[in-house]
């Protein structure tokens, strides 16, 4: 019988190494099992004096196929050798971690005493957890209010949750008092910066028939269903007094922020029209709004169709307003995101601007102390860094150059700088830095967490920036992933990773490219290329795929895999691909026009862009890539550009993967793909997932994509393996002690 492939039965004692991949000494290669066992941190939560921080770790529990999270502190000034944990129940969560107003105690979030999640406060410094509410239907958020005095929280029926105070004093001996009361429930609520006033959205209505059919079982899902517009109140904390702000008919409360002064607050507002309001693209219909607080007078910033603002942002001192939206305003496209700013009470006054010749997009991250610089992370080629964005010149200058995908961001309460940060042999973790000139000092950061530190004890592949010449000679770029144990000289089977989107991109992070590093154990090197529609690489090259979605994308990611082949570091012979998404679509194009892959997998992939059309739950976008014709005046130029047109041509193995239920790509578009596929005699399995998200929601399930997936390009691009065997994946769950695997070049 012939052996089976090397990272498919995982755990394992001991493993053999590939013949083209040998180890370091006391190294292993990464498993999928490993990937699934990888620990997470969060919700960091900095103490009022700068001191601490509290943030939770996330631990799976692969045999339940479940997470457990607890809460953790550590030193800003230590790091990570300060760390220590605070909570430990075993099958119960402790979320939400926040300090008391003194910094003396904190706060968070569990389901430790029932099937309910309630509020418990605790020292830091030691001690037993004291639990502080009881609400039946359990907590849904909460917070102090600025000026400590009191704790809010919401509680209540779905739908119908509605606030309690509990005086910060006496948290455990007071009794909770109700302060909203609204037939429909509270949305989103943030305290007034001086304490007195809760700001909240509400829903005009409740639908009392709604909640009863649900309850007796009817559960038919009304698509866009007919739902109230929302309004926004405001509630006094010590009267418990109500009242109404923002009540027009012409938007829908989406959002809304104050500023640091109390004299603005800042909406969103969505569309009145179901169709409009009521759908994943409802952005492009909302607009901007801006309230006086003192007179109650609301200003309409912006009054674009199909145009997406981010949410507005004030500045420090009160003078400045800003949000960002697309380059071109005037009508739907997919310009590159600029800032547009002025000052807040210059009513009726123009936007300026800023970043105009900076070719990547631009947001409000979070301000400079001084309100003359905004600061904002953004993509450049393989890397995201910090950038810098000057208030009265809007000139932008990077202030990082990581090899890395770094994210800068700060606590709005303590001013905190939080650094998070992936390479590509370091999971991801977060520093600290004194103050942001301090960031591109690398020397200056304070690591805080290292929630897997049995990484480094994993034999990594190297990775690589490489950059090509495409077919129509443009320069492209992407990641690059040798095969642990690399010789220069020895040619290895590739794997093309084909990232989603299309407007992202693959950057020096760890284990991307739908666990590359797994593979790179394996004996595959493994290209994650930035194929036009890709971001990071500037406006043009995001956009070169509009009005012919597949064509030039194809051609940069083949002229990649040729370069390679030049290069003498992968054999042509022996290649396969595989994406999810987008990366789905370029698997399924790849399939139609040529038959130089062994194996293809596709994740979640579309194949007649006029069928999909509908069954997504988006359209505008798919549009405006194809051209931007209507679907129903003009067939032909989105069947042109589906796979499906040339589907007679496929000849490559394909594996197909999709979740039942998923929105974004739905799976007729794979049962599609699955049936041409039989029909025409190629070799092919449809694996569909339970679920109703794009992505696969089931942890067991993901493994199963993985190992299946591999085993399938093992068995068809190196001619090892049995293709894909469920004991590969039961096996898995033997313990420790599982088999011994082997894997030949």
């Keep these: 019988m012939r052996s089976l492939p090397v990272a498919l039965i995982l755990p394992v004692a001991v493993l053999a190494l590939p013949l083209d991949a040998p180890l370091a000494a006391q190294q292993r290669p990464l498993t999928f099992m490993d990937v699934q066992e990888m620990k997470r941190a969060g919700s960091w939560t900095p103490s009022p004096d700068g001191a601490w921080m509290l943030y939770t770790v996330t631990t799976p529990d692969w045999e339940e196929a479940e997470s457990q999270t607890d809460i953790h502190l550590v030193s800003l000034d230590e790091g990570v050798s300060s760390s220590r944990q605070l909570t430990y129940t075993e099958d119960k969560n402790e979320t939400s971690p926040t300090w008391g107003p003194d910094g003396s105690f904190f706060l968070f979030s569990s389901n430790r005493d029932g099937d309910e999640n309630q509020l418990y406060m605790m020292r830091h410094d030691g001690g037993e957890a004291r639990k502080i509410t009881d609400a039946e239907e359990g907590v849904s958020g909460f917070a102090f209010s600025p000026d400590g005095g009191w704790l809010v929280y919401r509680s209540g029926e779905s739908n119908q949750e509605q606030l309690y105070r509990l005086p910060a004093d006496d948290l455990a001996g007071a009794e909770p008092e109700q302060m909203t009361d609204g037939e429909a429930g509270v949305d989103q609520w943030n305290f007034a910066p001086d304490g007195s006033r809760v700001y909240f959205a509400r829903p005009d209505a409740f639908d009392e028939d709604e909640k009863k059919r649900r309850e007796e079982g009817f559960t038919v899902d009304v698509r866009n269903a007919i739902t109230p517009l929302s309004s926004l109140w405001s509630v006094d904390v010590e009267s418990a007094t109500e009242e109404r702000l923002a009540d027009d008919p012409s938007y829908s409360i989406n959002n809304f922020t104050i500023s640091d002064d109390g004299r603005w607050i800042g909406i969103t507002g969505g569309s009145p029209e179901r169709y409009e309001r009521n759908i994943t693209g409802q952005r492009l219909y909302a607009d901007l709004y801006l309230m006086e607080v003192a007179t109650g007078e609301i200003e309409r910033l912006t009054d674009n169709y199909e145009v997406g603002e981010g949410g507005l942002s004030f500045s420090p001192d009160g003078r400045w307003i800003a949000f960002s939206a697309p380059d071109e305003m005037e009508r739907y496209s997919m310009t590159d995101n600029r800032v547009y700013i002025r000052e807040v009470g210059d009513r009726g006054g123009a936007f300026r601007k800023l970043g105009a010749d900076f070719d990547q997009s631009s947001s409000v991250g979070f301000w400079s102390e001084d309100s003359n610089t905004i600061y904002f992370n953004a993509g450049v080629k393989v890397t995201t860094q910090l950038h810098a964005l000057d208030v009265e010149t809007g ?110 991109a693959d950057v020096l992070r760890f284990n991307g490219g739908y666990s590359a590093q797994v593979y790179a154990g394996a004996g595959y090197a493994v290209l994650k290329p930035n194929y036009r529609g890709s971001r990071n690489y500037g406006n043009a090259h995001r956009t070169d795929i509009v009005g012919d979605y597949f064509t030039m994308g194809y051609e940069d990611i083949m002229a990649g895999v040729d370069y390679l082949i030049d290069e003498g570091i992968v054999d042509g012979d022996r290649m396969g691909a595989l994406g999810w998404s987008a990366g789905g679509h370029w698997s399924n194009w790849i399939l139609t026009q040529t038959d130089r892959f062994k194996a293809i997998s596709s994740g979640a992939g579309t194949m007649n862009w006029i069928s999909m059309y509908a069954q997504s739950d988006v359209q505008r976008n798919r549009q405006f890539y194809v051209g931007d014709g209507f679907l129903y005046e003009d067939f032909d130029t989105y069947f042109d550009q589906s796979p499906l047109k040339y589907i007679a041509n496929a000849v490559t193995p394909t594996m197909v993967h999709v979740v039942e239920g998923d929105p974004r790509v739905p799976s007729p578009q794979s049962v599609e793909l699955h049936m041409a596929l039989k029909k025409l005699g190629v070799p092919t399995e449809l694996f569909m997932y339970p679920g109703r998200s794009h992505g696969i929601p089931d942890p067991r399930n993901r493994l199963v994509k993985a190992v299946s997936e591999m085993a399938w390009m093992d068995y068809y691009v190196r001619g090892i393996g049995e293709n894909f065997q469920w004991r590969q994946v039961l096996e898995t769950l033997e313990g420790e002690e599982g088999p011994t695997v082997v894997s030949e070049r």
Excluded at 437 to 445: C, F, G, I, L, M
């Design 395 to 504: 000139a932008v200058r990077q202030l990082t150059d990581e090899r890395a995908a770094l994210s800068v961001s700060r606590d709005d309460d303590t001013g905190t700088l939080l650094l998070n940060y992936s390479d590509p042999k370091t999971p991801p973790t977060v520093f600290t830095v004194a103050s942001v000139n301090d960031v591109p000092d690398r020397s200056a950061w304070t690591q805080l967490v290292d929630v897997n530190p049995y990484v480094r004890d994993i034999a990594l592949g190297e990775e690589a920036e490489i950059d090509w010449r495409s077919s129509d000679g443009k320069m492209v770029g992407g990641v690059l992933v040798y095969p642990v144990g690399y010789e220069e000289g020895t040619r290895y089977p590739l794997i093309v990773a084909i990232h989603g989107g299309p407007a992202s």
